[in-house]
């Protein structure tokens, strides 16, 4: 049983389209989060939901729409895709309420997206 | 701007030795710190934390020691096992924001030799 998982798990397409990565966790965690893996493998926060509600948007472009349908699920919309989206990005979630700032993240997989 | 750094890009260990990697973070509203593990193509997975009310962490093999004074956090592993041959992330986070954001180093290249 996957703790944390991504999919798909590699994704390429075309400058322009739009694309979604899902992530969805079974550990019954109230926070997720979204990474993103540059090509110099700096792992940088972009967003965090706790409990279906946005807590952390860092400065990222507004092409890029988290959403969270229920709190075991956030998935990540990208518009208009450009060259310098490729990367790899991470879902990761936590026991988390907003009292738990001292806690283990989990990461999944990841999802390698390659923008041609 | 950096907050944390390892600026060590790459360590290579003989099976056996002890492997010590670095860490080093700006902001001092950093009170807790965890090291994740990463092989290629998969997740980071998390390996031993430490909170700022700590100096020494330990768990197996592993023992994380945090110099607040110097803003200095490093991990011992002994000893090192080929297995151990990965990429290590130092990461930090400040409790009071309660989001548990994390700032991640940008890694450092382990590499432990039979």
């Known amino acids: 049983d996957t703790a944390v998982s991504q999919t798909p798990k590699y994704l390429v397409t075309q400058m322009g389209n739009d694309k979604s990565i899902k992530c969805e966790q079974n550990?019954?965690?109230?926070?997720m989060y979204w990474y993103k893996q540059d090509s110099k493998k700096f792992l940088k926060i972009m967003f965090s939901?706790?409990?279906?509600?946005?807590?952390i948007n860092e400065t990222v472009p507004n092409r890029f729409s988290p959403k969270s349908p229920d709190k075991a699920h956030l998935n990540l919309h990208i518009n208009s895709l450009e060259l310098g989206d490729s990367a790899v990005y991470f879902c990761?979630?936590?026991?988390?309420?907003?009292?738990?700032?001292?806690?283990?993240?989990?990461f999944g997989p990841g999802t390698r997206l390659l923008v041609l | 701007d950096q907050q944390v750094k390892q600026n060590s890009p790459s360590l290579s260990v003989q099976e056996g030795r002890i492997s010590i990697l670095n860490c080093d973070y700006t902001?001092?509203?950093?009170?807790?710190f965890l090291w994740y593990k990463k092989y290629p193509a998969e997740g980071p997975t998390f390996l031993i934390s430490i909170s700022s009310i700590k100096d020494k962490n330990e768990d197996g093999r592993f023992t994380v020691f945090l110099n607040k004074s110097a803003k200095h956090l490093s991990l011992h592993i002994v000893p090192s096992q080929p297995g151990d041959s990965a990429v290590y992330f130092c990461a930090a986070s400040a409790g009071s924001s309660n989001t548990g954001k994390l700032i991640f180093g940008q890694g450092t290249t382990l590499q432990v030799k039979p």
């Open positions: 902001n001092s509203m950093f009170d807790y």
């Open positions: 990761a979630s936590r026991i988390g309420g907003l009292a738990g700032g001292q806690e283990t993240q989990y």
């Open positions: 550990l019954g965690h109230d926070t």
């Open positions: 939901y706790n409990n279906k509600e946005l807590i």
